[in-house]
Antibody, heavy 116, light 110 residues
Framework: EVQVVESGGGLVKPGGSLRLSCAAS????????MNWVRQAPGKGLEWVSS????????YYTDSVKGRFTISRDNAKNSLFLHMNSLRAEDTAVYYC?????????WGQGTLVTVSS | QSALTQPASVSGSPGQSITISCTGT?????????VSWYQQHPGKAPKLIIS???NRPSGVSNRFSGSKSGNTASLIISGLQAEDEADYYC??????????FGGGTKLTVL
C-alpha cells in the first residue's frame, strides 16, 4: 500500500526555521517526482515545490523562492522541506504528494503555525 | 503563477448532474492535457479523482467525468449523492514545469 506520512510541523516565531519530513513507503520512491502542497486555514490548495526523482529538477512557487529548500534522500525514502525566514502567511497544513503531472497520493499533512 | 479560476460554490439535488468549470490560460490548462481534479472532504487530505483531463483512477466512481475545451476544463458529477458534498479543486501542469491549482469549489448537495 502506498503511504506518505508528513512530520515536523509545529509553532514557530516569525523569522524562524523549520524542517518538514515526509516518509514514503509502498512504492519505488526513487523513481517518482515528489511535491509539497500547502493549505492555509480555510483556504485553497497552493503548490509549493517539486523535486524530480534524482533531484536534478527543482521548482518553487514565487512566494517561497530563496526561503524554502526542497530535498530528498532516496536511500531513506524521504522527502524534506527546509523552511527559513518564516512569515505569518506561511501558516498552513503542508502536504507531501507524489507525482509530476498529477498528484496521485497525498499524506494527511502537518500543520505549521507561524506566530509570535 | 496565477491560480486557475473556479466558481466558489455549486449546488444540486440528489440524482442531478452538476458541472464545475476551471479556467486557465494557454500556458496551463489550454496548453496541456494534464488537468487533474481533486476531491477534499473537511479535515481530510485531497484525493485525485480525474487525471489527464478525462482519466479516472482505479476505484473512483464512474459518476465523475472530465472534459476540456480551450482554456477551460470541466468536472461533471452525475447522479449526485450526499457523499459527493465536498470541496473540489482543479490542477494543471504549466509551461514553467510547475503545478497550479484552482481556488476550489464547494459542492453542496441539497
Amino acid at each position: 500500500e502506498v503511504q506518505v506520512v508528513e512530520s515536523g510541523g509545529g509553532l514557530v516565531k516569525p523569522g524562524g526555521s523549520l524542517r518538514l519530513s515526509c516518509a514514503a513507503s509502498g512504492f519505488t520512491f526513487s523513481t517518482y517526482t515528489m511535491n509539497w502542497v500547502r493549505q492555509a486555514p480555510g483556504k485553497g490548495l497552493e503548490w509549493v515545490s517539486s523535486i524530480s526523482s534524482s533531484s536534478g529538477y527543482i521548482y518553487y512557487t514565487d512566494s517561497v523562492k530563496g526561503r524554502f529548500t526542497i530535498s530528498r534522500d532516496n536511500a531513506k525514502n524521504s522527502l524534506f522541506l527546509h523552511m527559513n525566514s518564516l512569515r505569518a502567511e506561511d501558516t498552513a497544513v503542508y502536504y507531501c504528494a507524489r507525482g509530476q503531472l498529477r498528484l496521485d497520493y497525498w499524506g494527511q499533512g502537518t500543520l505549521v503555525t507561524v506566530s509570535s | 503563477q496565477s491560480a486557475l479560476t473556479q466558481p466558489a460554490s455549486v449546488s444540486g439535488s440528489p440524482g442531478q448532474s452538476i458541472t464545475i468549470s476551471c479556467t486557465g490560460t494557454s500556458s496551463d490548462v489550454g496548453g496541456y492535457n494534464y488537468v487533474s481534479w481533486y476531491q477534499q472532504h473537511p479535515g481530510k487530505a485531497p484525493k485525485l479523482i480525474i487525471s489527464e483531463v478525462v482519466n479516472r483512477p482505479s476505484g473512483v466512481s464512474n459518476r465523475f467525468s472530465g472534459s476540456k475545451s480551450g482554456n477551460t476544463a470541466s468536472l461533471i458529477i452525475s447522479g449526485l449523492q450526499a457523499e459527493d458534498e465536498a470541496d473540489y479543486y482543479c490542477g494543471s501542469y504549466t509551461s514553467s514545469s510547475t503545478l497550479v491549482f484552482g481556488g476550489g469549489t464547494k459542492l453542496t448537495v441539497l
